[in-house]
């Protein structure tokens, strides 16, 4: 019996290449990719942040696909997929206080939000103004763009920490990037 030696050859992505039939396993990559902020400082507890959204629009911003629509704090999904979800949070206090949480909040039946991500942090003050940052994120399936919605909430251990605001650069946001098909 003889031997048959396979030669190695890598494949040049910079060919075109003819198929036919049907090809799987190929993602589409990345589809949706959005970004959202709040504009103005928040104080006390916001349970969903429901006002001063906006769409990031400063220069340079880029998007991928459709945007997602807010109303009231709850964000509505422009399809569905699975994506990643993130609440990024700058603080700043005058007080040495215990705890300030960021949470992720979601329903699939568009009425009953289940608390999906939290992140807290110290604020710990000297003398000055302190500031810190807080960050959570999450994977969410969005099965049906009507009933599948988000809202993050802000907790903080008292009324003197803020949650900064911006709308010329991201202090306070939240993004959303489609990972692939539910």
């Not at 769409?55 to 109303?71: E, K, L, P, R, Y």
């Not at 710990?124 to 999450?138: F, M, R, W």
Request: glycine share 10%; charged share 10%.
């Amino acid at each position: 019996m003889a031997l048959i030696k396979a030669r190695s050859r890598g494949i040049n992505l910079a060919d075109t290449f003819a198929f036919s039939g049907t090809v799987s396993g190929a993602g589409g990559g990345i589809t949706v990719a959005d970004n959202w902020r709040i504009t103005s400082d928040v104080t006390g507890t916001n349970s969903p942040l429901t006002s001063n959204w906006e769409q990031v629009d400063t220069n340079g911003m880029g998007t991928i696909g459709s945007a997602m629509t807010q109303s009231s704090g709850i964000f509505t999904f422009p399809t569905t997929g699975i994506y990643q979800v993130s609440f990024t949070g700058y603080l700043d206090s005058t007080e040495q206080q215990r705890y300030h949480s960021l949470q992720i909040y979601a329903t699939t039946d568009n009425s009953s939000y289940n608390h999906m991500a939290e992140s807290s942090v110290y604020m710990n003050y000297t003398s000055n103004t302190g500031y810190n940052g807080v960050h959570c994120s999450t994977y969410f399936d969005v099965t049906n763009t009507s009933n599948c919605k988000i809202q993050f909430r802000y907790i903080p251990a008292g009324s003197i920490t803020k949650l900064l605001g911006a709308s010329s650069y991201n202090a306070s946001h939240v993004m959303f990037i489609r990972m692939g098909d539910t």
